[in-house]
């Protein structure tokens, strides 16, 4: 196929190959650090990757993210026969947009080393594992030494080069939940604004949100995708409504619990910022100096942040153990 003979194609391959590299050493360095901390004593297991093709999670994440990934290599393949390289980047682009802004982020609370459900753990990693590797498999044309660097360095064969181009099974396409996804990022970033113009941080957990659809959610999975409304929101409630136009409306009452579990996250995010800050492990424990916590939180603030103790002090100060 051609190379891009634009400066603005070479600029968006260039912008593809950092984000492709970025995502597939992250998810390379995850794996390592969760498994450098489980150790003979630790109640986790050690995340075993499978290298197969069978893909069988549950999670509506898992299943929008592969149904999104199997429409990308779908289009791009349809676009390298037509030896249109700048929309085969494109697809690309806007999926590993997808892939690093919403699925990773959203996922965050499955893959760490205290989340519980270590079959969604493992499927999170088995998800990620498969979308990477095909996706070197399609970037190879674009990116012959970078995409060859990360099939290498995921699965320990020869080169991608090597590979066939990825077969996807149809059956991992869901268009109505991939337009329900889109639906939520709406209705998440229309109530994020909302936040924002009433100063009220995303931490500070509120009681309920009345959410007006123009619609309801046309795939099988509206009770998860609620769930994800609830969670980016940081709300306790929930209330859906059918109307013309899409509107939030927050209860903004904060009552002396919500504000302590809006300080115990603000601790929490304080203590994770500060364990960057002296290269602590992300797998270790550590013991934190606090001059006040709220104490109903001291369980959720020691299991989020893989603290021991937690001291009185007058100063804020982690200390490794």
């Known amino acids: 196929m ?18 492709s590299w970025r995502t597939s050493t992250h998810f390379l360095s995850l794996v390592s650090i969760f498994n450098s901390g489980v150790n ?5 297991q050690k995340i075993e990757v499978k290298k197969s093709k069978s893909l069988n999670s549950k999670n509506v994440l898992d299943l929008w993210i592969l149904s999104r990934f199997a429409n990308t290599v779908k289009s ?8 249109n390289a700048k929309d085969s980047a494109l ?8 892939l690093s802004t919403w699925y990773i982020r959203r996922s965050r609370n499955r893959l760490w080393l205290n989340s519980k459900d270590n079959q969604d753990k493992l499927s999170f990693y088995e998800t990620l594992y498969f979308i990477l590797k095909n996706l070197s498999i399609i970037l190879a044309p674009f990116l012959p030494f970078i995409s060859d660097e990360i099939y290498t360095n995921l699965t320990g064969s020869e080169s991608v080069h090597l590979e066939s181009w990825p077969e996807i099974d149809n059956k991992l396409i869901n268009e109505e939940l991939e337009k329900d996804m889109l639906f939520v990022r709406e209705i998440v970033e229309k109530a994020h604004a909302l936040r924002k113009e009433a100063n009220i941080p995303l931490r500070q957990p509120l009681n309920l949100a009345t959410v007006t659809l123009k619609r ?4 099988n999975n509206s009770t998860d995708l ?31 619990t919500l504000k302590a579990e809006g300080e115990a996250r603000n601790i929490i995010r304080k203590i994770q910022s500060e364990r960057k800050k002296i290269n602590s492990n992300p797998t270790d424990y550590v013991d934190v100096q ?6 109903e939180y001291e369980g959720e603030i020691k299991n989020k942040a893989l603290v021991k103790n937690i001291l009185k002090n007058k100063e804020f100060k982690i200390i490794k153990t």
């Open 91 to 98: 697809c690309i682009e806007s999926f590993l947009n997808d």
């Open 290 to 295: 606090l001059p006040e916590w709220p104490i």
């Open 2 to 19: 051609p190379m891009p003979d634009t400066n603005a194609e070479r600029r968006l391959i260039t912008a593809t190959a950092i984000m």
């Open 40 to 44: 003979k004593t630790s109640p986790y």
């Open 226 to 256: 609620e769930k994800i409304i609830e969670q980016e929101l940081n709300i306790k409630k929930l209330k859906i409504k059918i109307g013309t136009d899409l509107t939030v409306v927050f209860d903004i009452k904060i009552t002396p």
């Open 216 to 219: 309801a959610f046309k795939s």
């Open 76 to 83: 791009v393949d349809g676009y390298l026969s037509e030896f």
